[in-house]
């Protein structure tokens, strides 16, 4: 569930169909960049009613899913 | 006399910070700042805890008042440097080129008031949350790393999102650039490219010069490819930089061969054709060598002309 909600929200960040978004993508090639991957992270803290403190570095779509997944 | 929150809050007389910038404020730039009745800011910038504590010490000697460090988070010393800032009780912690979080909670903790440099919304946002006493909102215009939203974009949007004070840097060289951030919200300042030409900054002449002579489209950004944009003046280096982020038969850890060393070249051997000089868009509106605390005082007096004679613009 938290994969679907995260796929969606790059996707939609992205202008891309969710289902062009894996667990193994990585943010880098995604073009993803520091910056959106904090706009992100509060995008998903009130959607799903949680604080995430962003403390490493994310890497991957999957490393997403696990940190967030790791606070619920 | 034009007041603001962030005297109180920093213990300062005039809202007007010097932004922290490696390789070039040193402790004796940011006591002659602090002396000016600004807050100064010491660049730890990669380099180790040695050379801060050095460097504060320095600071020590020439002021009594307050002034604060800057600590580079992409730094290798990162670690090392946040918790001198900590044990040397330094008051005041600015934060740049990334998400300080992981710091935050033992400088609180250790009386020292931090205010991260943010560059878009979200992360101010996060920044509040963890405690920042304020933030300083960078535009894209700005000298050094940046991001790509200009100061006149992301200064009110981060004023709506936050409650803290928003201190707004990018492009601010006078005091028509201070009243007019101060009319998107801001309570004060920070700069950064106007004091490379202060008497108490110790950067080599030829990098003074090059800014005094910078026209309005002088400086370009270069670094976008491996993520970490850089806005300096264009010179060869910069030149040779940008075509070869466009040659995509070379690879990305060439590419990051090319800038080592290019920002100590210019700071200290003033390196017209290898240095990389970092500087701001604003660097065409920099005439002029002063002391720091001259152009403090140039700036507020400016802004309270303007401030003063906006009140005539509505009837
Ligand atoms: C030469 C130079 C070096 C800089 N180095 C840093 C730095 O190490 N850390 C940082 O947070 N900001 C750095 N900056 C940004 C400044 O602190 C400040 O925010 C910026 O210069 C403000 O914009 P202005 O240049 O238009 O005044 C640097 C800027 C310049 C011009």
Known sequence: MVFEKIA????????LAADSVSRDSSLEDLGIDSLDTVEMVMQLESDLGVELELEGKISTVGELVDFVESKL | MINSPI??????????????????????????????????????????AGYLSRQVARARSLTDRPFGVNVMLMSPYAGEVARTVADMGVSVVTTGAGNPSKYMKMWIDSGVAVIPVVASVALARMMERSGASAVIAEGGESGGHVG??????????VCDAVGIPVIAAGGIADGRGFAAVRALGACGVQIGTRFLVADECSIHDNYKDKIIKASDIATVVTGR?????????????SRAYLKAEYDSALPDEDLEKLGVGALRLAAVEGDAEHGCFLAGQVAGMVKKRQRAADIISEIMAEAEVVIKGASEWAV
């Open chain 2, 7 to 48: 005297c109180g809050l920093l213990g300062i007389e005039h809202p007007i910070i010097q932004g922290g910038m490696a390789w070039v404020s040193d402790g004796t730039l940011a006591a002659a700042v602090s002396n000016g009745g600004g807050l100064g800011i010491i660049s730890a910038m990669s380099a180790d």
């Open chain 2, 225 to 237: 490819r491996l993520g970490h944009a850089v806005r300096s003046l264009k010179t060869p280096f």
């Open chain 2, 148 to 157: 790509d939203t200009s100061t006149l974009v992301l200064v009110p949007q």
């Open chain 1, 8 to 15: 969606e929200i790059i996707a939609e960040h992205l202008g």
